[in-house]
């Protein structure tokens, strides 16, 4: 009843408002009965009309049906140069932890992207997701493989790596600063050049709170390309709450 409900409230919100963001890290880590809901975005700045103010939104509900099995519903809507604010596609996902320990945690990740925007060419995704944690700090990276599907597709495999590297302690009043970044080298069967490539890395502020027996988490950051094809300023943002 409860992811029912979480279901309508997400297609309510989106027929509701105008809100595509891939700046997303996954953690390994499943928790058994947890449910949230988030919107996380991106926005661009960048001196080329084609790549300028360009953002994407993405709803998302999630629930963990064991202390090892997750299951996430995504809605992902973008706003490009030249094309008008659209449902851009409809990500299903499931994720299962492998190993799960105080300094180490590692999960399998398998999503299908159902395309509607462009030329409506259907994805598959699968991810290692890879934990290292100590008091002080803790590591995430999210090795990354995309492939298109469909009789439109060009068969080819696309490879990302994420990394999200967050310092435990706070800087200020509970308030977290974290390194991220995120790089796209291009197909497997034949890597972009660097300057073809998009890398973009920046940092990342964060805090939890909790209120009337409800926790929200929020982060804001900012990344700086390193590369021609990205954008050379994204602002991103995510907030969450667990219910």
Do not use: C
Not at 6 to 13: C, E, R
Not at 77 to 90: A, V
Not at 156 to 161: H, K, L, V
């Amino acid at each position: 009843m409860k992811i029912y409900l979480t279901v309508n409230f997400f297609i309510l919100f989106l027929l509701t408002s105008i809100s595509y963001a891939h700046h997303k890290i996954y953690s390994p880590r499943v928790e058994e009965g947890r449910q949230s809901a988030e919107w996380r975005g991106h926005f661009d700045l960048d001196d080329r009309s084609s790549k300028n103010l360009a953002h994407h939104h993405v709803l998302e509900t999630e629930y963990s049906w064991s202390n090892f099995w997750q299951t996430e519903l995504e809605f992902h809507i973008s706003d490009l140069e030249g094309t008008p604010m659209d449902w851009e596609k409809t990500e299903f996902q499931n994720q299962v932890q492998l190993v799960d320990s105080f300094s180490f945690a590692a999960a399998l990740y398998f999503s299908y992207n159902f395309v509607t925007k462009g030329e409506g060419i259907d994805e598959i995704e699968y991810k290692y997701l890879n934990e290292l944690n100590n008091n002080n700090f803790k590591l995430i990276t999210n090795i990354i493989f995309e492939k298109k599907v469909g009789k439109r597709s060009s068969g080819s495999t696309e490879f990302t790596i994420s990394n999200y590297f967050l310092y435990q302690n706070p800087i200020f009043n509970d308030y977290y600063f974290s390194i991220l970044g995120f790089s796209e080298f291009g197909k497997l069967s034949n890597f972009s050049t660097y300057h073809g490539q998009e890398h973009q890395y920046g940092f990342q502020i964060e805090k939890e709170l909790k209120f009337n027996a409800v926790d929200y988490e929020f982060a804001i950051g900012y990344l700086r390309s390193l590369t021609d094809s990205s954008p050379d300023n994204t602002l991103i943002w995510n907030f969450e709450y667990e219910f």
